[in-house]
């Protein structure tokens, strides 16, 4: 035991040097997640200027997300290859350079291809930032720790859009990129200078390409077929049933090449520790509602609600609020407290939250809505700091960098998977529900037989009585297919809480728990 032990307090820091690092961590955590969104809201800008087609101009966002998932895999073992603190600060720059070649960008090849660089770059800044958070601060202070860095993962997608909308709305749509420069430059310089390198390792095996070739195929084939898969009518496009084919042949051939390799891809060590295992099954759940419900409150809000854009805004925002005051609360629990207990009611808030958005209508008050979405956020917190130190309390020190990897890339995948599935639902049961209205509209139905001026204005035998009696019944249907949505969201949560059942308690949280009383006696 004192291998390991001491092995970790090589990166252990205090004081002044450790608040550095940690800022550079977080701030190299929140540029790679806002930057998976915040350009949403600048598309139709940036289509104007480089002269694309609304299908054109989407690969903007497909291609920095099928980079960012394509190289998340092998970070653990370039960190391990070239040492960490080296990719690390290769990683900043490059995605600080290239997020300064997308704001001068002049053309939509030019502006792909720098995306693509800004995907590649930016994979490790998570992973890398959660490992480097967890080796330098002590057991007992983890939870803590992990609550800091989670504010950056999880305020940075809810975030992305409205600070792109404001930046787009004020200035141009290119400061959404330039915005990262300065902020590129401030985490380089904080890491470069106070992080510290870690002991060299013994030189590890060769690159396995034959695994990262598969799972590459495997990850842009699917991440293809989530993004373009609504805008081509899914299974009934040729060019989704292709990339659905090939992706499934990439999961195959990697789980294959992963069973029968001498050194995969990936370490089979990693699949070896059951928490990981189970945190990786709840951050793909927690990853599909995280974005998903926020993708679907504007329309929500804005087209059925008429909501300005900026008052949408506005009652989303305590969503995030919610989610930072839980995180800094479970983060200061998660030594004294059972982190599963936490996490279950974690999950609870989040179940309670999605029954309580399946009561929304449009001309619902805004307190409740904003109640609504401070539980959402709650429950967000509740289960994602605690997973963050539960996952990998009892992975060895020497898989961490590859477990934060895989756990970030859960996260990306459950999030494409999400936004894909709930948008799909949405969009196919409001015509489900308008096709099941209209059936009830008949000469027989008494709504039309009351007289008066409400049969008078929804005459269906007059042109105007038609067109308003649609729009009445495609309101509706689009109301009961947000429900439908948020009921599916509500479905997906509480099976995930069965994941908790396979993750052990770890005994360095009770040790930690002992150790913080003698000093609390003192300081009493």
Known sequence: MAGPASHEEEMQ????????????????????????????????????????????????????????????????????????????????????????????????????????????????????????????????????????????????????PTLGGYLTYFYNWRYVFFVNVPFGIAAVLALGAFMPKRARRPAIGQFDWIGFAVLSLFLGSLQIMLDRG??????????????????????????????????PFIPRGVFADRNLNAGLITMFAVGSVLLSSATLMPPFLEKLGNYPVETAGLVMAPRGIGTMGAMMLAGRLSNRIDPRALMAAGFALLVVSFWMMMQWLPSSPQSYMIETLIVQGMGLGFVFTPLQVVAF?????????????????????????????????????????????????????????????????????THAGAALLNATLDQQA?????????????????????????????????????AEKPEMAVME
Not at 115 to 127: E, I, N, S
Not at 128 to 151: C, F, H, N
Not at 243 to 254: D, H, K, T
């Open 13 to 160: 820091l205090s004081g002044l040097p450790r608040a550095i690092v940690t800022v550079g961590c977080m701030i190299g955590t929140l540029m790679q997640a806002l930057d998976a969104t915040i350009a949403n809201v600048s598309l139709p800008y940036m289509q104007g200027s480089l002269s694309a087609s609304y299908d054109e101009i989407t690969w903007v966002l497909t291609s920095y997300v099928i980079a960012a998932a394509i190289m998340t895999a092998p970070v653990g073992w370039l960190a391990a290859q070239y040492g960490r603190k080296n990719i690390f600060l290769i990683s900043l720059v490059g995605f600080t350079v290239s997020s300064m070649m997308c704001g001068v960008a002049t053309s939509l090849g030019e502006m792909v291809m720098d995306r693509l660089l800004q995907g590649v770059f930016g994979a490790a800044l998570v992973p890398l930032s959660q490992s480097t958070m967890l080796d330098i601060y002590p057991v007992e202070k983890r939870g803590s720790a992990m609550a800091i860095w989670g504010v950056g993962v999880m305020i940075g997608p809810i975030l992305g």
């Open 230 to 263: 609504q805008e081509k009518d899914w299974f009934g496009s040729p060019e989704i049933v292709t990339f659905a084919v090939l992706a499934v042949i990439g999961l195959y051939l990697f789980i294959v090449h992963m069973m029968t390799a001498k050194n």
């Open 393 to 461: 309390y009892t992975l060895p020190q020497a898989l961490r960098t590859q477990g934060t990897s895989l756990l970030s890339l859960m996260r990306n995948i459950g999030m494409a998977v999400g936004i894909s599935v709930t948008e799909a639902v949405q969009v196919q049961m409001a015509q489900v529900n308008h096709a099941t209205l209209a059936d009830h509209v008949t000469p027989f139905s008494r709504n039309l037989q009351v007289g008066g001026a409400v049969s008078r204005l929804l005459d269906p035998m």
């Open 478 to 514: 689009q109301i009961i297919s947000f429900i439908d949505a948020f009921k599916l969201m509500m479905v997906i949560s509480i099976p995930t809480m069965l994941c908790l059942l396979l993750m052990r308690r770890p005994p360095q949280a009770a040790m930690a728990a002992k």
